[in-house]
């Protein structure tokens, strides 16, 4: 970790109250707890714009599973990036509805092609893709 900087930064004072409001909701300690997150969450932002780098993230899927051969349709997209696919979760909903949660690890091109290509198969009802880093970058 490299050495700790400080900096002052300039605010309007309706825009730093309301940023001590989010502060004291999510409960940070101290406001640069807070913009350390803010910077974090930017750098990772920048991470997923890069197509070619690697990131980790989840996908949510509700289908049901009644819809004719729609779980082996999924189960054939998953196997062709089995090395994306780190872990799943199955989890029955009700009788007809499924969640399956997929993690994922890889190329942030490849992620973002197979989260379409199973969020776009007919019968998926709704689809959520959530990336994030893989830690290798942030302090």
């Known amino acids: 970790m490299g050495q700790t900087i400080r900096f002052g930064v300039s605010l309007d004072s309706d825009l730093l109250e309301k940023f001590d409001k989010v502060c004291e909701e999510k409960s940070y300690q101290t406001r640069s707890e807070a913009i350390r997150d803010l910077i974090r969450n930017m750098l990772v932002q920048r991470e997923w714009e890069d197509a070619d780098g690697e990131l980790a993230g989840t996908l949510s899927l509700v289908y049901d599973h009644h819809q004719s ?22 989890v029955h909903l009700d009788h007809h509805n499924c969640l399956e949660v997929l993690v994922l690890r890889g190329n942030g091109k490849r992620i973002r092609d197979l989260a379409q290509r199973l969020i776009s198969t007919k019968g998926v009802k709704h689809g959520k893709l959530g990336l994030t880093t893989t830690g290798h970058d942030l302090k």
């Open 69 to 90: 051969d729609l779980a082996q349709k999924l189960t054939e997209i998953q196997h062709d990036a089995h090395d994306l696919i780190q872990c799943s979760m199955h």
